[in-house]
Structures are given as structure tokens and as C-alpha cells.
């Protein structure tokens, strides 16, 4: 029996580098097969050192679909990485990991496999729950399970993902305010066709949340893992962690908002029209605890500081001092995430 893991990357070569350490260190012995997808629209140097990455290892096959959006994910870009990944894999086992996703310890990827080529368990994922609570209460009527699956941590037979993505393509397609991956609101009246439901309220919900909901109906035995590790990372119980999903400063919310200014020689995104006069983004449209934020930047500056390959030498400083502006702007500690950044380097 065959075992492939499929990473979708964002495009920052800094934490997929950083990912690659861990997985080199840890559990590269674990797994017959490595496709890293890229949906970015990442090109020129950054591209290439994507491609250089990947190259470093002879297990690893990198599938780059090019899309001309300027989000990090999005619905017909994450569809092609996944068709990419089924046309090239024969391995009879597949695992879908983020980027943004280390792990720490050996034999854990091998665990999850091994619940599945015992046949204990036909999936284990990470609970993802739909946040749309009027949503939940009709899906569960409908004998849909309430806590779907999110694809930062998924394991399962590779035929049963192709059969699985037959149906969430035209789920996630269809589903209203656009065909970007992430948090939407909803407003009041949306119909959400595939569940045969039109919202009384307006909610907020990201669309895997939703279209999860399809694969736990498709399976009855399921392993259903928290991968949560915010909480003990702020509290600094990082060696205890056998894997750490980071999450980030992503988004219209920090440092990619920073890199996809256009006065860089290499931004990592191509710049969209409303990012064009933009130095840096307002902390006022984050959540979260300012501690949360600190370790968030640690995780940042730990890619940085864990680089060391001879290429991208102007755009790691600019990557550097992007982390450095946001921590002015924000007020954070920067001796906190300093720390951050240490316990994290410690791991590898």
C-alpha cells in the first residue's frame, strides 16, 4: 500500500521552506509521494524558488496551476490543484496538509495512515464546524453531520477524495458571494442550492465549512482531530506540540497585505488596484489577543530566520522588514516575538 500527501502552498517560499525542514527532519520516511500545488499567481523569482524548493527532494513533484486572481485561494484554483494531484497520484492513500501546517514529531503522519490501511477508520480530519448556526440546525435535519472538514488536515482513501471532489466542485461553485475560499458574509436571503436552504439572517462562514458537511455524510467512520494548537503555542508549551498549524498574517490582514505592495521588486501576489497606496494594514481589522498576534509574527519571523538558501536575497530583506513594520504599526513586543520566533526555530 502506497501513501501520498498533497500540500497546498500559498505561495510564500519562506514557509514552505520552513515546512520543509520539518517534514525532511521528521516524517519525509513516512510517505512514498509529495505533491506540492501551488494556485498562485506567484511568478518570476518567487516562482522559481518554489520550483528550487521542491527540487530538493526527489519525492516531491510540484503542480503549479497559474490564475490571474489575487487572493491566495480560490475555489477553481484549489479544484485544479486537486485534479492535478488525482490525474498524477497512483498511490492508494492520500493526505491533504496546508503549508502553514508542521509537524514536529516522527510516526505521527504514519499514525494516520496506519488508521486507515487497518481499516479502523475510513477518514481522520480535522473538525471544521459550519459556523452558520440556522445552517447547522437544517443540515443536521437533512442528516448531514454539524461539524464538517477543513483541508489542513485530511487522510483518506485517494478514490474516495476523487469521489468526494465530484461532489464538491458544483457545492463549492455554486455557493453564493463569489469563488473565494475564506470567511464571506452571507446576507439575509442568500440560497445556499445545494442544501435546498435560503438564510433567514446574516451570518459569516468560510465555504469548506459548508462543503465539508458532504464528506462526513459520506463516511461513517470517522476520526475527527483538533488541530487548534493556538492556545498552548501562546502559552509557550511548543515542545509538547507533536504538529502546529500556525495560521498567519495573511490576508487583507497583515504581512502579505505589506508584500503585495507594488514598490517591491518582487511582490509575492500580484498587487491589486486597492492595495496600490498601501504601507500597511490597520491591526483595527484583526481579532484577536495582542499576545495572539505576537506569536503570529514569531511565525512569520521564524520563516525568515530559518532561510538559508543563496536566492532571494532583496526579497528576504524586504520580507524581514515587512514583519519589522508590522510590529511598529501594531505595537507588539518585540522581545514576545522574538520568543515566538525562538521556540519555533527550536522545533527544527
Known sequence: ????????????????????????????????????????????????????????????????????????????????????????????????????????????????????????????????????????????????????????WVFCRTNLLRQISIEWAPVLKSLPGGNVLGATTYPKGTVFAPFDYTLKETFGEEAFGIAGALLGKRVSRVLKVDMNSHRMQREHRIAALDWIHFGGLAGDNGIYSVLRNPDLQSPLLEPAPRYQNVDYISRAVCSGSTMEWERRAGNFLAFAQAWNL???????????????????????????????????????
Open 1 to 152: 500500500m502506497s501513501r501520498a500527501v498533497v500540500v497546498s502552498t500559498s505561495g510564500d517560499p519562506f514557509l514552505l521552506y520552513f515546512w520543509y525542514l520539518s517534514y525532511k527532519k521528521f516524517w519525509r520516511e513516512e510517505v512514498d509521494r509529495v505533491y506540492i500545488t501551488g494556485s498562485t499567481p506567484a511568478k518570476g523569482e518567487i516562482l522559481d524558488s518554489l520550483k528550487f524548493i521542491c527540487s530538493l527532494d526527489s519525492k516531491i513533484i510540484f503542480l503549479h496551476n497559474q490564475v490571474k486572481e489575487t487572493k491566495i485561494l480560490t475555489i477553481p484554483g484549489l479544484l485544479a490543484e486537486l485534479e492535478n494531484a488525482y490525474l498524477q497520484a497512483p498511490e492508494d492513500y492520500m493526505g491533504l496538509l496546508e503549508d502553514d501546517l508542521c509537524v514536529f514529531r516522527s510516526k505521527v503522519i504514519d499514525q494516520q495512515f496506519r488508521f486507515l490501511e487497518s481499516n479502523q477508520f475510513e477518514l481522520v480530519a480535522c473538525q471544521r464546524s459550519v459556523g452558520v448556526i440556522e445552517l447547522q440546525t437544517h443540515l443536521a435535519t437533512k442528516g448531514y453531520p454539524i461539524d464538517g472538514i477543513w483541508p489542513s
Open 310 to 348: 543563496p536566492i532571494l536575497k532583496s526579497f528576504h530583506q524586504k520580507y524581514i522588514e515587512s514583519i519589522d513594520r508590522l510590529i511598529d504599526h501594531w505595537k507588539l513586543s518585540r522581545s514576545s516575538v522574538e520568543k515566538f520566533a525562538n521556540l519555533f526555530l527550536g522545533l527544527l
